[in-house]
């Protein structure tokens, strides 16, 4: 897939003031700092499409981009050490998660996990809640060009022992880098894939 547009649309508070949902989207949500502004501007090859903060939990709202004029990329707010009130924590939960469970467009959601460190639990209890509630997802390795070739296969090889514990399958897996590019190919096809699918319905 070529990106030849890529257009912010909205931020919104809550599942109530998001875009009409007539086209195919895809939801891209992490822990804090994980690295998901720089994806998503290296996907789109926009330097600052999506926002790139140092301060953890930057993202407080459901953001809608429209990308190829035919489909949406949906920026979500990140789970985690956000500096901010329990009382925001949760509501952004509550919304995040009547996102994920009603958007009927929402094709498949992109769970980043920073390749760097061992499973965290704030992650896997985050991707038992998808399993639990039967929702598409997939899973994309971050940072991958911040680690060596063979501590980055070992650390992706213990995350899938670990999933494994629980799961009876493993989710369909993506490597990547902003810094390189690493991973873009791959997860543009997968959307493109999934396109087609939605638009032959």
């Given amino acids: 897939m070529i990106i030849k547009s890529a257009e912010f649309i909205i931020s919104s508070p809550n599942i109530n003031k998001c875009p009409e949902p007539k086209l195919p989207e895809y939801a891209f949500i992490g822990r804090s700092n994980v690295g998901k502004s720089s994806l998503l501007n290296m996907l789109t090859e926009r330097n600052s499409l999506a926002k790139i903060s140092g301060t953890p939990g930057k993202t407080q709202l459901i953001n809608h981009f429209i ?62 809640w998808f399993g639990v509630n039967r929702l598409p997802f997939v899973l994309v390795f971050t940072k991958a060009d911040k680690i060596n070739k063979k501590t980055l296969a070992d650390n992706i090889e213990i995350y899938k022992k670990h999933m494994l514990e629980n799961w009876e399958e493993l989710p369909e897996m993506f490597i990547s880098s902003a810094k390189n590019s690493a991973g873009k190919e791959e997860i543009l096809s997968f959307i493109e894939k999934t396109n087609k699918v939605f638009y032959e319905k």
Avoid: C
């Fill in 67 to 128: 990308i190829n004029k035919n489909w949406y990329l949906v920026d979500l707010p990140g789970y985690g050490f956000a500096k901010t009130s329990k009382t925001n924590r949760v509501k952004w939960e509550k919304n995040i998660h009547n996102y994920l469970l009603k958007r009927t467009n929402l094709l498949n959601s992109f769970i980043l996990i920073d390749s760097r460190l061992e499973p965290q639990k704030n992650d896997t209890k985050f991707i038992e």
